[in-house]
Nanobody
Framework: QRQLVESGGGSVQAGGSLRLSCVAS????????VAWYRQVFGAQRERVAV???????DYAASVKGRFAISTDNAKNSVWLQMNGLLSEDTGVYTC?????????WGQGIMVTVSS
């Protein structure tokens, strides 16, 4: 089975930066989409960033211009650079990958932004 493991979370002051990493292991069919999701307190999980095989990206309006997603060619490593963090960015961030047939989720990692 494929496993996704996140790292790089923690606590920062508002205006600061964090870089989340997601490392994948195990077999998967060709990955055609990777993304980061988050769940903030009292809200449902939302997709914050996605990148496809062609390198095309899309971001939630709330993070556009502040966050950047990137990945290696094999989709074995995925990063989320988060700049200009706001208190409302606080939540659990989860790595996600999708092939033509299967979906994979990481366990989630906490990001706390203090104001």
């Amino acid at each position: 089975q494929r496993q996704l493991v996140e790292s790089g979370g923690g606590s920062v002051q508002a205006g600061g930066s964090l870089r989340l990493s997601c490392v994948a292991s195990g077999f998967a069919d060709k990955i055609n989409s990777v993304a980061w999701y988050r769940q903030v307190f009292g809200a449902q999980r939302e997709r914050v960033a996605v990148i496809d095989e062609g390198g095309n990206t899309d971001y939630a309006a709330s993070v556009k211009g502040r966050f950047a997603i990137s990945t290696d060619n094999a989709k074995n490593s995925v990063w989320l650079q988060m700049n200009g963090l706001l208190s409302e960015d606080t939540g659990v961030y989860t790595c996600y990958q999708r092939s033509s047939t299967l979906q994979y989720w990481g366990q989630g990692i906490m990001v706390t932004v203090s104001s």
